[in-house]
Each structure stands twice: as C-alpha cells, then as structure tokens.
C-alpha cells in the first residue's frame, strides 16, 4: 500500500494470514476485515483458540499423526485393528483416509517423499520408526498409501525393501488413484475403492 | 469426522478458520497442519499477531476506518486534500481505492447499503455522520463510491438527497465500474479509470 492507511499490527496480521494455504493477499485483507467486524464471534475466539493449539499440540511420537495427545487417539484407540500399518506420506492424508472410513487400523506418517533432488532421502523421513513398528509380532501388514508421484512410488518401493526381512504382507493402495493426483483432493469414494482394491507390492 | 483422530483444540481451530473468507473446512484443515508444522515462522507470530489486533484494533470515529489509532491514519494525513470525501461501503472498498492511487482525499465509511428487505434503513449507517462532516466549510465535494448494484446507486440516491442543502458538489464514479461489480474485486487500472472520470450526480 502506498501509504499508511492503518495500523502495523493490522498490516502484520494480514501478511501473515496471506502465508496460510489458500489464501492470497487480497483474501487475508477480507479476512482481516471480517475478523475485526466480528470481534467477538471470530477474532477473540480464534485467537484464543490459536493460542491453545499452540500452546497443546503435539506430534505422536509413535506415528507422527497431529494431536494434543501422545500417542495421539488414532494410536491408543483400542477398537482398531493392530495388525494393520498404513503409511502416508503427510498427516493430511491420515485425515483424510480416515474421513473416507475405508479402515480402520493404525498408521505411519513419513512425514514426505524421497527426493534426491530437494536434498530429502531416507534418514529425513521417519521410515526407521516404521520399520521398528512392523518389527512388532502383532503387524502382519502395512498399506502403503502414498501419492500416485513418482516420488511417491520410488518411496514406496524404497520402503517396501525396508520391510523384505520382515514377515509382513506390504500393499499399496489399487489404481483407482488417478496417476499423478494427491490424496488430499480425493473424493472419499475413491478413497474407500482405492482402500478395498489394494494389490500386493 | 466419524472417529476421534485429533485433539478437540485442533478440531475447535480448524472449525474457526473455516469461517473465514476464502477458506472452506478442507483448507481450514490444511492451514491448521501448515500452523503446527511452521509453529515457530508461522502459529506462534500468527497467534501473537492476532492477540495485538485483538487488543489495539480501533474504529475510526471520524470516517470508519479500521486502525490502531483513532483518528486513523487516513484522517489525521495532512497530505490529504480536505475538500473531497469519497463516501465508500466498506473498509474494504476504502482499502481498494487507496491501493489504487486514485484520489488523495478522506473517506467516509456508511457500513453497507441501503436494503429494505434486509432491514437496513438509514440509522443502520452512518449517513448522519456523514452529513455533520459534509457541513464542514472546507468540505467541497463528495465523491460517492458505492457499489455499482441496484442496493448500492439506492443508497447513493439517498445521500445525495440528504446533502442537498449543502453547498457540495455530488458526484459518483464513472461508468468505468461494471455493472452488478463489486469494487474489492476490481483492478487498480479500472478504479483509478473510474475515479478521474467521476461524473455529476
Ligand atoms: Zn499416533
Ligand atoms: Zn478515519
């Protein structure tokens, strides 16, 4: 802006909620303005709210799911099947899986894909933890439920050679995912197909 | 969510950031993850940036403005020509304008439009104020830059009459604002296109 026409706690506030995803300048001054025009039904609420998030979450240390808890509830949630590991590449497609209700059992969060060209291989992904986990007599299956990338995929066939030692079965999700698409734009029907179909890896 | 797979303070989070505008709950969902992966860069600046505006935000008395100061900044601008008022709907029309570049003058925020079937009459605004300013000797013309709907040219036709018998000229922006458009949403070419050729009302 030219010239100063408000206050620089607000001119922060904005600059800060256009790095949100899905937001751009022009929505974070809309969202400022609506957050001030609804004081206290939206900013002093989301505020508290932000504060409390920050101030609880934690990252499971067993699975690396979001939770204020850890282990987080999908890990000490007794009516899930033990026996079963799906691992995704981000907790946004923990999510979402679980919106789909295609399963019901415990997952793993890499937390990316291997990338040799952005610098991330092995050791920045939490694929020892899996390992450990499938080590567990109780597993005998992991799902891989990774992105349709070719990232994606080479982490996969990473991770299954990982697993070989192990007498675990390893799947990975059937081609109902569209090549190329990210699990977090699915449809849960998709999902739940995608879930039902898995082939052997 | 069918099952408890985070905190209830994320779930509280995601469900407010939701109802701001431009984001829906799946981006809610990926903002609050993209919050608690960047907590330092992102929540926890965020979180304070919102307890400032929170507790400093202030509307302007004199023209409506959202600031941190009363008078804001537009209005205690001495660089300001002080004989032209631009009347605006809202902050953010306001907001548009100035990024513009267009007019180096005061605003004056009415708050919305006229609308009989919402319920919105002229107490409901803040013409009366408007009209005190506009008696102001030094004030010389008032530019009103309402939206180019059939609520919007209402409310215009009403201020007009309201600033009648004062020695103002009326004038409103040229037809260069596509009918049924909404001024936040326009480009800055257009606005500034608008403005210079402002017509007699
Ligand atoms: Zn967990
Ligand atoms: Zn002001």
């Not at 100063?4 to 022009?26: D, N």
């Not at 932000?50 to 979450?57: H, N, P, W």
């Not at 090549?179 to 039902?196: C, F, K």
Request: hydrophobic share 40%; proline share 7%.
């Amino acid at each position: 802006m030219p010239r100063k026409i408000t206050g620089p706690e607000i001119e922060r506030l904005i600059q800060l909620l256009a790095r949100l995803p899905g937001l751009g300048p022009r929505s974070a001054r809309r969202a400022t303005l609506q957050l001030v025009k609804k004081r206290e039904q939206l900013l002093v609420p989301l505020t508290e709210a932000l504060a409390r998030v920050r101030d609880t979450v934690k990252i499971c240390s067993c699975c690396g799911n979001v939770d204020t808890a850890d282990p987080c509830a999908v890990c000490t949630d007794p009516t899930r099947d033990p026996s079963v590991i799906v691992v995704v590449e981000d907790v946004s497609d923990l999510w979402a899986l679980e919106r789909s209700g295609a399963v019901s059992a415990r997952y793993h969060v890499l937390g990316g894909v291997l990338s040799p060209l952005d610098g991330v291989g092995p050791d920045d992904l939490s694929i020892a933890g899996l390992v450990d986990r499938a080590a567990d007599p109780a597993v005998r299956e992991v799902i891989l439920a990774v992105n349709a990338t070719v990232d994606g995929q080479t982490t996969a066939h990473y991770v299954t050679d990982r697993l070989r030692d192990l007498p675990v079965k390893v799947s990975r999700l059937a081609h109902g995912v569209p090549v190329g698409g990210e699990l977090d734009y699915l449809d849960e029907g998709t999902l739940a197909a995608a879930i039902r179909a898995r082939t052997p890896f």
